[in-house]
Protein backbone atom coordinates (compact mmCIF):
# COMPACT_ATOMS: atom_id res chain seq x y z
CA UNK A 1 0.00 0.00 0.00
CA UNK A 2 1.53 3.19 -1.01
CA UNK A 3 2.15 5.90 1.52
CA UNK A 4 3.07 9.59 1.71
CA UNK A 5 4.35 10.91 4.89
CA UNK A 6 4.90 14.66 5.36
CA UNK A 7 8.13 16.32 7.31
CA UNK A 8 9.34 19.10 8.77
CA UNK A 9 8.65 22.13 10.93
CA UNK A 10 5.24 23.20 12.35
CA UNK A 11 6.27 26.96 12.82
CA UNK A 12 8.23 29.41 10.29
CA UNK A 13 8.63 32.86 11.14
CA UNK A 14 7.60 35.86 8.60
CA UNK A 15 9.78 36.57 5.99
CA UNK A 16 11.94 32.92 6.43
CA UNK A 17 11.59 30.07 4.13
CA UNK A 18 8.75 27.21 4.47
CA UNK A 19 10.42 23.76 3.59
CA UNK A 20 9.18 20.16 4.02
CA UNK A 21 9.68 16.80 2.75
CA UNK A 22 8.03 13.78 1.57
CA UNK A 23 8.45 10.44 1.47
CA UNK A 24 7.32 7.94 -0.23
CA UNK A 25 6.60 4.12 0.87
CA UNK A 26 5.17 1.17 -1.04
CA UNK A 27 6.09 2.00 -4.17
CA UNK A 28 8.92 3.62 -6.20
CA UNK A 29 9.18 7.55 -6.65
CA UNK A 30 10.76 6.92 -10.27
CA UNK A 31 7.74 5.39 -12.06
CA UNK A 32 7.04 7.11 -15.01
CA UNK A 33 3.06 6.89 -14.31
CA UNK A 34 3.07 9.20 -12.03
CA UNK A 35 3.54 13.10 -10.72
CA UNK A 36 4.39 13.98 -7.15
CA UNK A 37 2.98 17.09 -5.93
CA UNK A 38 1.69 19.27 -3.24
CA UNK A 39 -1.26 21.11 -2.06
CA UNK A 40 -2.35 23.00 0.92
CA UNK A 41 -5.70 24.11 2.42
CA UNK A 42 -5.76 27.09 4.92
CA UNK A 43 -7.52 26.51 8.41
CA UNK A 44 -11.05 26.08 7.28
CA UNK A 45 -10.50 27.05 3.43
CA UNK A 46 -10.52 24.89 0.45
CA UNK A 47 -7.57 23.49 -1.54
CA UNK A 48 -4.98 25.07 -3.52
CA UNK A 49 -2.31 23.52 -5.75
CA UNK A 50 1.11 23.97 -5.02
CA UNK A 51 2.73 22.49 -7.83
CA UNK A 52 4.22 19.03 -9.07
CA UNK A 53 7.22 17.21 -10.06
CA UNK A 54 8.34 14.33 -12.40
CA UNK A 55 10.98 11.52 -11.62
CA UNK A 56 13.22 13.30 -13.96
CA UNK A 57 13.13 16.37 -11.89
CA UNK A 58 10.82 18.27 -14.40
CA UNK A 59 8.71 20.97 -12.22
CA UNK A 60 5.30 22.52 -12.68
CA UNK A 61 4.70 25.38 -10.36
CA UNK A 62 1.03 27.19 -9.98
CA UNK A 63 2.00 30.75 -11.12
CA UNK A 64 0.91 32.80 -8.24
CA UNK A 65 3.49 30.89 -5.84
CA UNK A 66 6.17 30.23 -9.33
CA UNK A 67 7.90 33.15 -7.57
CA UNK A 68 8.42 31.49 -4.26
CA UNK A 69 8.61 27.76 -4.48
CA UNK A 70 10.57 24.92 -5.83
CA UNK A 71 9.98 21.53 -5.76
CA UNK A 72 13.08 18.78 -5.95
CA UNK A 73 13.33 15.36 -5.30
CA UNK A 74 15.54 12.42 -4.50
CA UNK A 75 14.69 9.08 -6.29
CA UNK A 76 17.68 7.89 -4.04
CA UNK A 77 15.65 8.13 -0.80
CA UNK A 78 12.51 7.78 -2.46
CA UNK A 79 11.72 11.78 -1.25
CA UNK A 80 10.59 14.82 -2.92
CA UNK A 81 10.74 18.62 -1.30
CA UNK A 82 8.91 21.62 -1.04
CA UNK A 83 10.83 25.05 -0.54
CA UNK A 84 8.29 28.17 -0.11
CA UNK A 85 10.25 31.14 0.75
CA UNK A 86 9.44 34.57 2.24
CA UNK A 87 6.72 33.33 3.97
CA UNK A 88 3.87 35.80 5.31
CA UNK A 89 0.69 34.52 7.89
CA UNK A 90 -1.05 33.76 4.54
CA UNK A 91 1.38 31.02 3.74
CA UNK A 92 0.05 29.12 7.32
CA UNK A 93 -1.94 26.08 6.03
CA UNK A 94 -2.13 21.82 6.10
CA UNK A 95 0.44 21.26 3.96
CA UNK A 96 -0.53 17.97 1.93
CA UNK A 97 2.02 15.92 -0.42
CA UNK A 98 0.36 13.83 -3.02
CA UNK A 99 0.75 11.44 -5.68
CA UNK A 100 -0.56 12.60 -9.53
CA UNK A 101 -1.33 10.32 -12.09
CA UNK A 102 -0.41 10.95 -15.31
CA UNK A 103 -2.87 11.51 -18.65
CA UNK A 104 -2.39 12.10 -22.15
CA UNK A 105 0.23 14.96 -22.72
CA UNK A 106 0.05 15.84 -18.62
CA UNK A 107 -0.66 15.43 -15.40
CA UNK A 108 -3.42 13.76 -13.98
CA UNK A 109 -6.20 13.29 -10.91
CA UNK A 110 -4.39 12.99 -7.31
CA UNK A 111 -4.95 9.51 -6.23
CA UNK A 112 -2.63 9.29 -3.16
CA UNK A 113 -2.59 12.22 -0.08
CA UNK A 114 -0.36 12.24 2.56
CA UNK A 115 -2.17 12.77 5.86
CA UNK A 116 -1.06 17.00 6.16
CA UNK A 117 0.93 18.70 8.12
CA UNK A 118 0.12 22.16 9.49
CA UNK A 119 2.97 24.66 8.85
CA UNK A 120 1.83 28.39 10.98
CA UNK A 121 3.52 31.19 10.10
CA UNK A 122 4.48 33.43 12.95
CA UNK A 123 7.26 35.05 15.20
CA UNK B 1 -6.42 29.69 -14.76
CA UNK B 2 -9.92 27.98 -14.97
CA UNK B 3 -12.24 28.59 -12.00
CA UNK B 4 -14.67 26.19 -10.39
CA UNK B 5 -17.91 27.12 -8.73
CA UNK B 6 -19.55 24.55 -6.48
CA UNK B 7 -22.93 25.06 -5.39
CA UNK B 8 -24.58 24.41 -3.23
CA UNK B 9 -22.40 25.93 -0.64
CA UNK B 10 -24.23 23.40 2.09
CA UNK B 11 -26.75 20.60 1.57
CA UNK B 12 -28.74 19.40 4.41
CA UNK B 13 -30.12 16.10 3.95
CA UNK B 14 -31.20 12.79 5.58
CA UNK B 15 -29.62 9.74 5.32
CA UNK B 16 -31.13 7.66 2.40
CA UNK B 17 -31.78 10.73 0.30
CA UNK B 18 -29.90 11.54 -2.77
CA UNK B 19 -27.52 14.41 -3.18
CA UNK B 20 -26.69 16.62 -6.16
CA UNK B 21 -23.47 18.82 -5.76
CA UNK B 22 -22.84 20.91 -8.93
CA UNK B 23 -19.26 22.09 -10.34
CA UNK B 24 -19.42 24.84 -12.87
CA UNK B 25 -16.13 25.74 -14.74
CA UNK B 26 -15.21 29.24 -16.01
CA UNK B 27 -13.58 27.52 -19.44
CA UNK B 28 -14.60 24.35 -20.97
CA UNK B 29 -12.58 21.66 -19.39
CA UNK B 30 -10.07 19.55 -21.55
CA UNK B 31 -11.59 15.82 -22.27
CA UNK B 32 -13.82 15.70 -18.96
CA UNK B 33 -10.19 15.69 -17.28
CA UNK B 34 -12.64 17.19 -14.06
CA UNK B 35 -12.28 14.72 -10.39
CA UNK B 36 -14.34 15.06 -7.38
CA UNK B 37 -13.16 13.98 -3.56
CA UNK B 38 -14.22 13.95 -0.44
CA UNK B 39 -12.85 15.16 2.92
CA UNK B 40 -14.06 14.01 6.19
CA UNK B 41 -12.41 16.89 9.07
CA UNK B 42 -9.48 16.30 10.04
CA UNK B 43 -8.55 14.39 7.15
CA UNK B 44 -6.99 14.24 3.86
CA UNK B 45 -9.20 14.57 0.68
CA UNK B 46 -10.13 11.12 -0.66
CA UNK B 47 -10.34 10.51 -5.05
CA UNK B 48 -13.85 9.65 -5.69
CA UNK B 49 -14.34 10.31 -9.24
CA UNK B 50 -11.88 11.11 -12.37
CA UNK B 51 -11.96 11.70 -16.02
CA UNK B 52 -15.69 13.63 -14.65
CA UNK B 53 -17.62 9.91 -14.65
CA UNK B 54 -14.87 7.16 -13.73
CA UNK B 55 -14.95 6.00 -9.99
CA UNK B 56 -11.48 5.56 -7.98
CA UNK B 57 -10.81 2.21 -6.91
CA UNK B 58 -13.03 1.32 -3.62
CA UNK B 59 -15.51 3.53 -4.30
CA UNK B 60 -19.23 2.08 -3.47
CA UNK B 61 -21.30 3.00 -6.77
CA UNK B 62 -23.84 4.80 -4.96
CA UNK B 63 -21.10 7.96 -6.31
CA UNK B 64 -21.55 8.66 -9.86
CA UNK B 65 -19.92 11.56 -12.05
CA UNK B 66 -21.32 13.09 -14.89
CA UNK B 67 -21.19 16.41 -17.25
CA UNK B 68 -18.86 17.78 -19.70
CA UNK B 69 -17.73 21.21 -21.27
CA UNK B 70 -18.15 23.69 -18.25
CA UNK B 71 -21.03 21.87 -16.12
CA UNK B 72 -20.22 18.72 -14.04
CA UNK B 73 -22.41 16.51 -11.31
CA UNK B 74 -21.48 14.52 -8.62
CA UNK B 75 -24.83 12.58 -7.52
CA UNK B 76 -24.28 10.39 -4.05
CA UNK B 77 -27.53 7.79 -4.34
CA UNK B 78 -28.93 6.98 -1.10
CA UNK B 79 -26.85 8.67 1.50
CA UNK B 80 -25.29 6.66 4.31
CA UNK B 81 -23.93 8.36 7.44
CA UNK B 82 -20.32 8.05 6.66
CA UNK B 83 -21.14 10.47 3.47
CA UNK B 84 -21.43 13.42 5.75
CA UNK B 85 -18.62 15.15 4.51
CA UNK B 86 -17.25 18.12 2.14
CA UNK B 87 -17.02 17.33 -1.58
CA UNK B 88 -14.17 19.17 -3.91
CA UNK B 89 -14.41 19.43 -7.71
CA UNK B 90 -10.72 19.89 -9.22
CA UNK B 91 -9.81 20.70 -13.19
CA UNK B 92 -6.10 18.72 -14.38
CA UNK B 93 -7.05 19.80 -18.08
CA UNK B 94 -4.95 22.87 -17.76
CA UNK B 95 -2.27 24.49 -15.71
CA UNK B 96 -2.70 25.01 -12.75
CA UNK B 97 -4.72 22.96 -11.36
CA UNK B 98 -7.24 24.10 -9.94
CA UNK B 99 -10.58 22.90 -7.63
CA UNK B 100 -13.43 24.49 -6.43
CA UNK B 101 -14.54 26.00 -3.28
CA UNK B 102 -16.73 22.73 -1.56
CA UNK B 103 -19.86 22.25 -1.06
CA UNK B 104 -20.17 20.36 3.07
CA UNK B 105 -23.29 17.58 2.92
CA UNK B 106 -24.37 18.01 6.07
CA UNK B 107 -26.91 15.97 8.32
CA UNK B 108 -30.86 17.46 8.15
Known sequence: QLQLQESGPGLVKPSETLSLTCTVSGGSISSSSYYWGWIRQPPGKGLEWIGIIYYDGSPYYNPSLKSRITISVDTSKNQFSLKLNSVTAADTAVYYCARHTTRARGVGATDYWGQGTLVTVSS | ?108
Open chain 2, 1 to 108: EIVLTQSPGTLSLSPGERATLSCRASQSVSSSYLAWYQQKPGQAPRLLIYGASSRATGIPDRFSGSGSGTDFTLTINRLEPEDFAVYYCQQYGSSPLTFGGGTKVEIK
